[in-house]
């Protein structure tokens, strides 16, 4: 069996970028749909919120056990779609798992504008995507992130700017830059 592809869909909070993920996992088959906030979830004492600087160590684990089972799922012959924050302060930790794997790995990045972000993220309420964990709502937390994706340096090209698009119509740009190779790292 080959390896299969592994889409990495990131952004903000508010860019959509789980609803389109699972978009775009069921135009593959067989398809995965990995939710990275998952794995914090899993934490059970001694969290610390993502954004601060003093859970890089904690950050770096959780991602790192992200990524080997993305690429364990890609060497079981899976199409893998992650969701979550992989700024390219963290890509390393992907490229070193998926790179075992032989399969292409994209990056694409969901940026709509701050507002539309912000917007987007305040208006979840207390909605939980992940059961006993509720989606990040506080507008201070969501600016810092949406900032710290602002200027993305080499990895400005992965940006999709979806502030003007439903979840259907992103995830069929993502879909076409996925084919096209756009946001092929290899």
Not at 43 to 51: E, K, N, Q, T
Request: proline fraction near 8%; charged fraction near 20%.
């Amino acid at each position: 069996m080959s390896s299969g592809p592994v889409l990495l869909v990131t952004g903000p909070p508010g860019a959509g970028k789980s609803t389109v993920a699972r978009l775009v996992a069921e135009r593959f088959d067989p398809s995965i749909c990995l939710e990275s906030d998952w794995f914090w979830t899993t934490i059970v004492r001694g969290a610390i919120p993502p954004w601060l600087p003093a859970a890089d160590v904690q950050n770096r684990t959780v991602l790192r056990a992200c990524a080997a089972a993305a690429a364990e799922l890609a060497l079981g012959g899976y199409s893998v779609v992650v969701d979550g924050i992989l700024g390219p302060w963290s890509l390393d930790l992907f490229t070193a798992e998926l790179r075992r794997t032989g399969g292409g790995v994209h990056y694409v990045v969901l940026r709509p504008p701050r507002e539309v972000a912000l917007a987007r993220a305040t208006a979840r309420g207390g909605d939980e995507r992940v059961p006993g964990h509720r989606a990040l709502t506080e507008e201070g937390p969501i600016r810092q992130v949406w900032e710290s994706f602002r200027h993305l340096g080499p990895y400005e090209g992965h940006v999709v700017d979806n502030g003007a698009f439903d979840p259907e119509h992103t995830a069929s740009v993502v879909w076409r830059r996925f084919t096209e190779g756009t946001d092929r790292l290899w």
